[in-house]
């Protein structure tokens, strides 16, 4: 005869697995996609640069913007 623990614990972890953890990671990343929203306030501009005959696409980020001394 199986004890309990043998039979129960990879039971728990298909079910981990296959059902809990997808929704799980769904809504983590949901809840993080909300942060980065609501804490960035405005977003990042795509920028082309053109420098002896290279051109580069880079972002550019809204800290620059700021005067620092």
Do not use: Y
């Amino acid at each position: 005869m199986v004890c309990v623990p043998c039979v129960a614990i990879p039971i728990l972890l298909i079910i981990w697995r296959f059902l809990i953890q997808p929704l799980f990671i769904k809504w983590w990343q949901f809840k993080n996609k909300q942060k980065e929203v609501m804490n960035s306030e405005q977003p990042a501009e795509l920028i082309k640069e053109c420098k002896n005959g290279i051109c580069t696409l880079s972002w550019k980020n809204n800290e620059d913007n700021k005067k620092t001394d």
